[in-house]
């Protein structure tokens, strides 16, 4: 029969064999991301220079401090309201057809953009008004105007 195992004696692998282990590690990872690696220096380097990196090293390392003025200066009266909105703001936006608002803006630039270069008249007659309407492009304005009002007096 076979002896009991009664003690067991455990590998006991050197620190200069981890480290070494380690380094083949690191060194595998940089050589297959060398890409990554190199735009991450440069990176940091671009932070470094621009003084940001000192600035974040700084936030970081004194984040209570940071924190404390944050909160000092949100909690100021005059950004009561617009914190009480923000939240209302957020669920507005999500509410908002973006589609159908990003053609409205565009024309609604465009038309800004007209009304700048054109030059200004003094004054527009009733009948210079009924004459505009007969221009498709200022019909179809004043009809897409009518309809939102339309819209809106609905909701």
Same mark, same amino acid.
Request: hydrophobic share 40%; charged share 35%.
């Given at each position: 029969?076979?002896?009991?195992?009664?003690?067991?004696?455990?590998?006991?692998?050197?620190?200069?064999?981890?480290?070494?282990?380690?380094? +083949?590690?690191?060194?595998?990872?940089?050589?297959?991301?060398?890409?990554?690696?190199?735009?991450?220096?440069?990176?940091? +380097?671009?932070?470094?220079?621009?003084?940001?990196?000192?600035?974040?090293?700084?936030?970081?390392?004194?984040? +209570?401090?940071?924190?404390? %003025?944050?909160?000092?200066?949100? %909690?100021?009266?005059?950004?009561?309201?617009?914190? +009480?909105?923000?939240?209302?703001?957020?669920?507005?936006?999500?509410?908002?057809?973006?589609?159908?608002?990003?053609?409205?803006?565009?024309?609604?630039?465009?038309?800004?953009?007209?009304?700048?270069?054109?030059?200004?008249?003094?004054?527009?007659?009733?009948?210079?008004?009924?004459?505009?309407?007969?221009?498709?492009?200022? %019909?179809?304005?004043?009809?897409?105007?009518?309809?939102?009002?339309?819209?809106?007096?609905?909701?």
């Amino acid at each position: 029969m076979a002896e009991q195992i009664s003690r067991i004696k455990r590998m006991e692998i050197s620190e200069e064999t981890i480290r070494k282990r380690n380094l +083949e590690e690191i060194k595998k990872a940089v050589s297959d991301h060398k890409e990554a690696v190199l735009k991450g220096i440069d990176f940091l +380097e671009t932070l470094n220079k621009s003084g940001t990196l000192d600035m974040v090293d700084a936030l970081i390392k004194h984040r +209570e401090d940071a924190l404390e %003025n944050v909160m000092r200066e949100i %909690n100021k009266p005059q950004y009561a309201a617009t914190l +009480e909105n923000l939240p209302k703001l957020l669920i507005l936006i999500g509410e908002l057809n973006v589609e159908d608002m990003e053609r409205f803006a565009e024309r609604l630039n465009h038309g800004v953009k007209e009304a700048a270069a054109a030059e200004v008249s003094e004054h527009t007659s009733y009948m210079g008004l009924i004459k505009a309407l007969k221009d498709p492009e200022i %019909n179809r304005s004043v009809t897409m105007l009518l309809q939102f009002l339309r819209g809106m007096g609905k909701e």
